[in-house]
């Protein structure tokens, strides 16, 4: 849907093409080939309501700034009079005011202070093109204080998206809405990324920023930058305190990358009041620290000038990040509630509101877009329909230029996978060495990244460990960013959250990122936004049971496998082989809207038979079985390296003459998906005689093994011992299995 | 037993008890009174195992040095000729390389590298006694860096500490052992608090220095500063990267905590190899920005005095905590491996533990420790057991002069529960207002503080949602650290870190702290740590569910209750009205050696009838029943906010004849420990009819429903909406509970 209306869009426009810096040619919209299969066709679903009514056109030929000036220029060509921009701004202040007072619920104080730095950003920075929220160059934006959200569902309605129309604002924070209590970009088009949990926001602009360095470096030529945007980002306070944003912005600052400029929202006040009763450090200072080039911009509320000198200044440094701290007032204008936690997450209340637009000198009745700040704001649809129409163009020459290089571009754009590409996964017999599931993870890993033009990923300094190198690229960074391993140092945090930024600033980037599976307990705030968001990041987390041995309590997963099988709208598979590592690794790619989580084992596990990738696809399966009739004697079902045990317990069962069955249970969300018949033939209600091993906590298993059966677990924490050792105490071995089931 | 042999120790020496500064008095030791009940004993248990076996008595009376300038004037009078220093470090060195190489498994690069900060702290700086290792006034050091923990055992043994022998160092990493792969407090005496999961550590370490900051601000007199210890700590370039340490070194220089020094170990090495490739910011420039004191020593394989300088230089600034940047290098000694990821975490090899030996001239066998080291640092028994002899005469001197003071320090130094303190909690009838738990968990709050001594807590800047202000203190801060609010910032995951500090540093101190429920994703990884280090942080979980309403899903837990019913070791409580709130914090506050995580509503809930105390004790029990005999029809189950709907289904449903039963499951992990009389008297095996209501995840619910019975619950996630409006739609009503009990 988004792309075509694109398209559409881009075809009904006479626009001037521009091939390359001040020189303009006139191109007529037929002449321009448009790539098909661009936008987010592959991801549209759920929330994703791109409205196609038809765009007025414009009557006459336009022409456009070049693409590479276009944002400078605009700063300074395109603001309007002082008075229309103040204008807009209270527009911006009155739309955040009057929604969370119909809402009576909402947070007006930091639209009301930002709302002269959204308005520069929106109306005279950012390239954008409103009626194809998914066009590919557009800028990106992000507001990491993400309670402030009535800001950028403001900007949003008065530069012509149809997500946000005046009806939205009017349902701000309803059932059913486009205009949820904080952004999510499965629900509002516009909305780039998932944000309301602090620091979310700055880190997945990182991993957007990151995405497009790394394409640029990929894909520019000399005479066709045809990646080339900007991020965006507007952090408050309480982003500043939370330990993700320091590691992302560490990374930022290492990586250097210029084309991310943040706004840190200072307005000293949090929701417990003042700033200075828990955040008094030198914020600019320590960003100097972590390599950024920072800016101080005092007058926030009023400073127009000096928040387009900033912004100026931050793109004229192109090796470094760039946080403007720019000094608001929350709540500004409102006489009794300005500067004070009470503007923060509540609305003003009527009196202050009718005391608020006196104040401000605001006649209008709630939600009224002036007629001359919309007149102001509507050539946003135009110039958005040509800077896009401009872009293609732009592509047309590449693509006859480059032709390879564009149609890896065109797949990331797109998402499309390249044909036959899950043959590269590698596939084992019984006969098959012996291997930890960590080391067939990277012989995936490796196969992968040979045929997916937008698979890239890294580890949070245990590449070594997890086995996530991939052989044939080097290290994405500041002087490589065409690289594609990522080199994320001990931030499992930020890690997973830039990766939320790299999934969702294309369809076809699929990024992976890994760590020891006990550590998700650091990530797990990054992974739940990966789920809600629906960015398929694949998780590659190793060491993934007590099997790690020595390591001990501290880095043993117990509940890990659990919590996640809890949580809505992510997969949690846990391969036992080759065969079902390359099967998890085929599902994590085509689940392009939900992140799976691979855990993987330290210890070499053996190639079992029946196992398939297939299999994997149905979540769970029967590997092996000598009864007939669909009636064994009893049901052994484990997963990942407790398969094995499962396998030689049934050898030894079935010796003694017993009908075994067993069951492979990679995944619980795909088996729960599959249709009850399926799940009879594995599970038959009448055998209740089940027995399930797993090294992690029994909770949970009961859905399995019922009242009847018995669940092999683990309802400790671990040990440091050698993992044999610790096998053996906790019962987990094909004797206790055997025991176990006779006692049934 | 820990204090029981302390007492002994002291009592067995002839000490001069120095009553002030450069003052010294012969006092014969039966003179002096020692207070009962300090010391752990409240909280031994598992893996407490310290030696009771007699010590040494030195021979004749020996002269101490005043306890306010020891630290100092030991650091210039003790140290031992630098030769022997230089043996005494690499005797560190060497039994962390004999003894990761007998366990072929482990980490020496750390405590190669760190061996001469780690000599001059034991043997020259810190204040212990090895036969104590609970002694309430000593110095805490804290190896951030776990992984190095083959550091401290080093230290520990040579102190004299009798949790590690040499047979102990030989048993590294080794089932069963006192020695694992990483400090744990549970296993070691000597061991302050569970590290290994980076940035855990650091953290811990400024809840320590908080916690002595606070409890000198209230029970130091003038003449008599009878608290006064520093915390000190090493963490590396790992624990440097992980945000949670950005978060609590901003919340340490916010509070100005002068004694807390930290040992940066600035070796340019991680796992994944130089730090080049992921860490290039300036760290102490960040640390000054963040409102400590920098140092930097360059020269930290050798140059002993510099260390020396640096921790005087450090107790010299007092309204800062100092960090001092160590530059190091990995693997120190090692000829082919030091300054190289292959010396971090595996065993060095027998052929370069060989030439190790041959570099550093060392022709000892393994594990073996020089007489002149051994003999040297024999010292430390004595005098430590001299350090708090004198501090009990002091104590004395102070219980002696302010009655009451004294009493409270000793209940939290001793964990002793004032007699009675329950009775402070308030209790409700159906008739009392109906109110949120966050509101009812308040009023909990403020009446444990006004009864518990080392109750203090506080919120991560959501105090005025989660309801956590002690009224009748203040706010912790610089200028006033004998109160009790914590004011953490957005920093949720240091927060909870922190709070196990403070748990971990005195059996009496029970720390609270709170954040939005959700938000514990954020701060899971300490969490988990209380659970696993036995660390009784209460966490106030509030806005436990889609019943928050307008925030929409980033804010409303699904998930989050069956993922800590998941974890060992921790108690999750969801309670349904006043009542059971005020149960919940009594379980809270009993179990010291389990965290308490209390899950409760933003909104307004009826007080039910039977609802009870007692009835969370069990962790779950029936609230009403019409049914004879133990042979209800149905039985409704529900938690927290979701108990009043089974209550008011079951009305309706008995209106209509039905023998229905309401059950109460505040605790799964409390009911469990039930016994199988009493469980089979709340959920007859017989009824198989039974319907579960809670707004949350129905995973995991099999186990009380069956296969026969229905849970009712949220397997999505939320959305953006009033409260009510979101219950409905989910099907969270009477009505769908009646219906679906009908369906049975």
């Not at 104080?109 to 730095?117: F, I, K, R």
């Not at 949820?180 to 700055?202: A, C, D, M, R, S």
């Not at 996964?425 to 997916?452: F, I, W």
């Not at 044939?472 to 490589?480: E, P, R, V």
Request: aromatic content about 8%; hydrophobic content about 40%; glycine content about 10%.
């Amino acid at each position: 849907m988004a792309a075509s209306s694109s398209i559409t869009t881009a075809q009904s426009l006479v626009v001037r093409a521009i091939s390359g810096h001040n020189s303009a040619t006139l191109v007529h919209p037929d002449q321009i080939s448009i790539p098909t299969g661009f936008g987010r066709n592959s991801l549209s679903g759920r929330g994703l309501r791109v409205s196609s009514r038809p765009l007025p056109a414009p009557s006459t030929p336009r022409l456009l700034n070049p693409p590479r000036a276009a944002a400078v220029e605009t700063l300074e060509g395109k603001a309007g009079t002082t008075e229309l921009v103040e204008k807009s701004i209270n527009t911006i202040r009155f739309l955040a005011i009057d929604a969370v007072e119909k809402a009576n619920s909402g947070h007006p104080g930091l639209p009301m202070g930002c709302a002269p730095m959204g308005h520069i950003l929106y109306d005279e920075v950012m390239r954008y093109n409103p009626k194809n929220p998914y066009w590919f160059n557009r800028d990106r934006f992000v507001l990491s204080a993400g309670h402030g959200c009535m800001l950028q569902y403001a900007l949003l309605h008065l530069a012509g998206y149809d997500s946000v129309q005046e009806e939205d604002l009017k349902q701000f924070r309803q059932w059913g809405s486009k205009t949820p209590g904080h952004p999510e970009n499965f629900e509002t088009p516009g909305v780039e990324v998932t944000t309301g949990p602090l620091g979310q926001g700055i880190a997945n602009a990182v991993g957007l920023a990151l995405a497009e360095r790394h394409l640029a470096a990929r894909f520019n030529k000399p005479d066709n930058e045809i990646v080339d945007h900007y991020t965006y980002v507007i952090l408050g306070d309480g982003c500043q305190m939370e330990g993700i944003s320091n590691e992302v912005c560490s990374l930022a600052g290492h990586w250097g990358l210029g084309k991310l400029i943040a706004f840190y929202d200072d307005n000293h006040i949090s929701i417990d009041g003042d700033t200075e009763i828990a955040f008094t450090e030198d914020v600019n200072a320590r960003f100097d620290a972590l390599g950024w080039h920072t800016i101080w911009v005092k007058s926030g509320n009023t400073g127009y000038d000096d928040i387009r000198a900033a912004i100026k200044e931050a793109k004229a440094v192109k090796d470094k990040p760039t946080l403007i701290k720019v000094t608001t007032t929350i709540g500004y204008g409102s006489p009794n509630k300005a500067n004070s936690y009470s503007a923060h997450g509540s609305a003003l209340g009527a009196k202050e509101v009718d005391a608020t637009r006196q104040n401000l000198g605001w006649p209008y009745e709630p939600f009224h877009v002036p007629e001359d700040v919309k007149s102001h704001w509507s050539r946003h649809v135009p110039e958005g329909a040509s800077l896009e129409a401009e872009w293609n163009a732009k592509f047309s020459e590449y693509e006859k230029k480059y032709k390879e290089e564009a149609a890896e571009l065109k797949a990331i754009i797109s998402g499309e996978l390249p044909a036959g590409w899950e043959k590269a996964l590698p596939t084992y017999t019984p006969e098959s060495n012996a291997d930890a599931t960590r080391n067939l993870s990277q012989q995936c890993l490796n196969a992968l990244a040979t045929v997916l033009p937008g698979f890239l990923g890294g580890s949070a300094d245990l590449a070594s460990s997890n086995m996530t190198l991939l052989k044939s690229f080097g290290d994405f960074q500041k002087a490589t960013p065409e690289e594609r391993n990522l080199r994320f140092g001990v931030r499992e945090h930020g890690m997973g959250a830039i990766c939320n930024g790299i999934a969702l600033h294309s369809p076809g980037l699929i990024p992976y990122c890994a760590t020891f599976f006990v550590f998700t307990d650091y990530m797990r705030a990054a992974i739940r936004i990966s789920a809600l968001s629906e960015a398929g990041v694949i998780y590659v987390m190793t060491h993934d049971s007590i099997g790690l041995g020595e390591d001990g309590p501290t880095h043993q997963p117990i509940e890990h496998l659990m919590s996640f099988r809890a949580m809505p709208n992510i997969l949690m598979l846990r391969p036992a082989d080759g065969n079902e590592t390359a099967g998890a690794y085929k599902v994590a790619v085509l689940n392009k809207k939900r992140p799976s989580i691979l855990a993987l084992s330290r210890q070499k596990l053996l190639q079992l038979a029946g196992t398939s990738i297939e299999g994997v696809q149905k979540g769970g399966y029967v590997i092996s079985d000598n009864s007939s009739d669909n009636k064994p004697d009893i049901i052994l079902v484990g997963s990942g390296s407790e398969l094995e045990i499962a396998v030689k317990a049934a050898d030894e069962l079935r010796k003694e003459g017993k009908a075994v069955r067993v069951v492979s249970l990679v995944s619980w969300e795909l088996f729960d998906e599959q249709s009850d018949e399926y799940k009879e033939s594995v599970f038959p209600a009448a055998v209740t005689a089940r027995v399930s091993i797993e090294a992690g906590t029994t909770f949970g298993w009961e859905k399995f093994v019922g009242s009847k059966g018995k669940a092999i677990g683990i309802n400790r924490f671990g040990a440091s011992a050698p993992a044999g050792r610790i096998y053996k105490e906790f019962g987990l071995t094909p004797e206790n299995v055997i025991a176990v089931a006779k006692s049934l």
